[in-house]
Structure formats: structure tokens, C-alpha cells
């Protein structure tokens, strides 16, 4: 492991594997076959999940509110749960959307853009006039599963594997022009470097089954 990769792991250590619980205001009203949605209201802020018939194998993960990552990805593992309780209908699910990284998952947006600018093949200048180049870059960076180990950990005992696999729109910026500049200048990031800080981002749900069936009940 480089010394880069080191500096960022040791941010995200010490995750224990949680079961499976139901948020105590969890709603899923009904919205005919066309349309679900699971939804939950932390401190005045809405997190919501949606599936949508015409794209059977995609939910739609949205959640601005003020949680940590782990939080957040409990949650999301809930409402997953709520849509697909039993194995089959988990198989069906296959990829997690999230519209913007550094809203859904700040922590998880921070790890990347520090691994970037660790990273001696981070062109910042190339985000500009090659878009497929971001975009392959936060995939090659971001898709490390050791960034995201709380998504990991939340949805495994619902039997999934998690990768990302696809990000658009790619934004990078200076420390400033981030919502976390402290943390990155506190991390040795210099105040004029660029680093990718947000992004859409589709991640692979990879169904594996859970093995003792304890979260199949």
C-alpha cells in the first residue's frame, strides 16, 4: 500500500459490521407500480429512496441531511431492505445512484479527493477539456473499495457486494471552492491545488446472498 493510500485508510478504520434495523420513522407509502419510495426525516431533513419501474434494477439514494457516513449508509441498507426482503427481489436490485457525492456522502467525497491529490497521475488541468478523462480518473480513484467501507459494511448483511463502477459530471476546485476546505488543508492539501470533490456517481450492487439467512428474515 502506498504512503498515500496509508494517509487515507487511516481515516476510515475501525468500522464493526452492524445487523440490519428499521429507522423509527421510516415511511414507504404507496405510489402505485410505477414508483416507490422510502423515506425518513432526520431532524427536519428528508433522505429518500426511489425505484422507478421503467429502470427495475436501479434505486435513487438521496440524503443532504447531517449524519455520518455510517448513519447514512444504515439507513440506505433499511430502506433496501424495506424494497427487497427477500433474496430475489435483492438480485433484482443492481445499481445505486447518487446524485451528488460530496451532499449524500461528504466523507466519502473528501477520501477521493485526498486520494486524488496523493496520486502523481491527478491532471486537474485535463478535467476541463477531457470529460471522459475525469470521469474515468474519480472511477479509478473512488472505485477502491477501501474508500466507501461503511457502504460495505451496512449492506453486506443484506448479501450485496458494493463497487462503483460509473461517474459524471465530475467537478474539481481548490480547497476553497470545496465544502470541506479545512479538512482538506488540515490533510497537507495545498491551497491552490485542484482535487475532484463531487460527482454523479452509479454503484454496483452485486448480490451475493447473506449465507446463514439471518438478514433474509
Given at each position: 500500500m502506498s504512503a498515500g493510500r496509508w494517509a487515507v485508510a487511516a481515516l476510515v478504520l475501525g468500522?464493526?459490521?452492524?445487523?440490519?434495523?428499521?429507522?423509527?420513522?421510516l415511511q414507504v407509502p404507496s405510489t402505485g407500480d410505477s414508483r416507490q419510495v422510502a423515506s425518513s426525516?432526520?431532524?427536519?431533513?428528508?433522505?429518500?429512496?426511489?425505484?422507478?419501474a421503467a429502470e427495475p434494477a436501479l434505486v435513487r439514494y438521496r440524503n443532504d441531511c447531517e449524519q455520518a457516513v455510517a448513519d447514512k449508509a444504515q439507513l440506505?441498507?433499511?430502506?433496501?431492505?424495506?424494497?427487497?426482503?427477500?433474496?430475489?427481489?435483492?438480485a433484482g436490485l443492481q445499481t445505486l445512484f447518487v446524485g451528488r457525492?460530496?451532499?449524500?456522502?461528504?466523507?466519502?467525497?473528501?477520501?477521493?479527493?485526498?486520494?486524488?491529490?496523493?496520486?502523481?497521475?491527478?491532471?486537474p488541468a485535463r478535467v476541463w477539456r477531457d470529460v471522459h478523462y475525469a470521469n474515468r480518473f474519480y472511477v479509478?480513484?473512488?472505485?477502491?473499495?477501501?474508500?466507501?467501507?461503511?457502504?460495505?459494511t451496512a449492506l453486506a448483511p443484506l448479501?450485496?457486494?458494493?463497487?462503483?463502477?460509473?461517474?459524471e459530471k465530475v467537478l474539481a476546485g481548490r480547497p476553497r471552492e470545496?465544502?470541506?476546505?479545512?479538512?482538506?488543508?488540515?490533510?497537507?492539501?495545498?491551497?491552490?491545488?485542484r482535487v475532484p470533490f463531487d460527482a454523479m456517481v452509479w454503484f454496483r450492487l452485486e448480490y451475493r446472498g447473506t449465507?446463514?439467512?439471518a438478514a433474509e428474515r
Open positions: 468500522i464493526a459490521q452492524l445487523p440490519i434495523r428499521a429507522a423509527a420513522d426525516r432526520i431532524d427536519g431533513c428528508e433522505a429518500a429512496l426511489e425505484w422507478r440506505l441498507a433499511s430502506m433496501l431492505h424495506e424494497f427487497a426482503p427477500d433474496p430475489a427481489a435483492r457525492m460530496v451532499l449524500t456522502f461528504p466523507e466519502l467525497a473528501q477520501r477521493v479527493a485526498l486520494a486524488a491529490a496523493r496520486r502523481s497521475d491527478w491532471e479509478q480513484v473512488g472505485g477502491q473499495p477501501w474508500l466507501f467501507p461503511e457502504l460495505q448479501g450485496y457486494s458494493v463497487s462503483l463502477t460509473t461517474a470545496t465544502p470541506f476546505e479545512g479538512w482538506l488543508l488540515a490533510q497537507g492539501v495545498g491551497p491552490r491545488e449465507g446463514d439467512g
